[in-house]
């Protein structure tokens, strides 16, 4: 009798198991669409030339990843890491915003309120050859 019990038990918990992963996983759709670059910028620690690009954001994934493919010339595709996002109203435009450093423009925030949210990116880093140039420049200076 005990035994009939916790198959039935463990029957009933593997059904109710099934029943909550795929409306999880299926929950949302990735974020879409395109956008036109005028100009070359630095996104994350990727140079991204001018040129039409597509881009898809998946919502739901594992990784926050923006993937971006070229669309216009020679085709490339870049991997950038979404540093946060956060849920903005849907009545504002899609745009993307870009802030200067010293060494040129980079993309800070993507703003999709068709899907009512805005992608941030950490802005670009310096390369260990930069920091190689501003330390010997500043002990040869002493």
Known sequence: MTSIRRFVYVALLAAAAFNFAPKTASAEE?????????????????????????????????SPVLVLSKISGSPAGYMVLVRATKEIASSASS????????????????????????????????TEKQFAKAAIAT????
């Open 30 to 62: 990735p974020a879409k669409g395109k956008f036109t670059l005028t100009r070359d910028v630095m996104w994350g620690n990727a140079k991204i030339p001018a040129g039409e690009y597509q881009f898809s954001y998946n919502i739901a994934g594992v």
């Open 95 to 126: 745009h993307l915003v870009l802030e200067t450093s010293p060494d040129g423009s980079y993309v800070s925030t993507m703003q999709l309120p068709e899907f009512g949210m805005a992608l941030e990116f950490s802005a670009p880093r310096k």
């Open 139 to 142: 002990s040869a200076g002493q």
